[in-house]
């Protein structure tokens, strides 16, 4: 029987500060054979391909280079992190429009090397930026998909593992919405070695009153990249380990359940919005939305969420997200 071997190539678009700590994560975790880079200033794509294949020899074996929009075909996986950062004096919503029109370009000169590949979105607002790359497409919703808050609940995890001096490999902990400011912490699906965070804090003892402190860490997730821009300008190092994370769901076909920004189509009683959910994640993008039964407070959080999120895409205007 012939064996079918399938190159695993990613294409990442945008050579900044995020696009190159990705690449530089991606091509250590041996999970890609090919990683193709490409940025609209070719001279900084250029330097980012000269500086990580110096590192070859210390790294599994992989082949990278300076990308073309014709590798889009052979792809598996294309990362978008292209875009502009907010400018002071800028409001979120040129912010938005300048990124949109990016994102539409791109997936413009995707649509034309007919890829069969999965879109993962990383440009911010991210959850907007899915839905405009999604509509632009016109393609299966699982295939274009956002970061979402895997990088928040990563943070949620951290947080709470350090706080309950736990390793953060037995905390599981998910913020669910958007990558903003009105996303939440779902602490009805987090747990400490199994045990639901409301049964495991009372037990452990270690602060005195923990709801307070539960809710000081949810804060302290929510405001995590203000902190980080404002110390150093811009958050790439985990933002890059949470994409490589959602890489080997993708390229491995792992089924993981991670919470990328999906459409959703009813589920949790929403449709229409991008957001973050718990999604199982495989070669296809998403396979299928976790919906299960939140409490009451949680359910409202995220038809907030999705309320703020439809706001700003009818602020942009959805009519010109369609594909063209
Ligand atoms: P950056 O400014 O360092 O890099 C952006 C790159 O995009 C630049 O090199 C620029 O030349 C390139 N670019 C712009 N338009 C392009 C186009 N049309 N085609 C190809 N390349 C283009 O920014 P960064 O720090 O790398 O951040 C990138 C994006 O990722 C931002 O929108 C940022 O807000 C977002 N981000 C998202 C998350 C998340 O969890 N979703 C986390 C951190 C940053």
Redesign the pocket.
Known sequence: MALSITRRKVVV???????ATYCYALAQSGLADEIAL????DK?AQGQVLDLVHGQPFIPSVNIHLGHPSDYSDAQLIVI?????QHPGETRLQLLQK?AA?VS??VDEILEQNSYAVILI???P?DVMTYVALKRSGWNKGRVI??GTV?DSARLRHLIGDHCGIDVHNVHGYVLGE?GDSQFAAWSMSNVAGIRIDEYCPMCGRCANWPEELNRIEQEVRHS?YHIIDYKG???FA?GL?LVRITAAILRGQNSVLTVSTMLDGEFGLRDVCLSAPCIVSSNGVERIVEHRLPENEQQALFSSATFLKQALALYGTNETGPQ
């Open positions: 678009v945008g050579a900044g500060a995020v696009g490409i940025d609209k200033n900084l992190t292209a875009g502009a950062a990124n990016v370009g791109i990383v440009t911010n991210v956002g970061s990088l990558h990249a811009s958050t790439y933002v949470a």
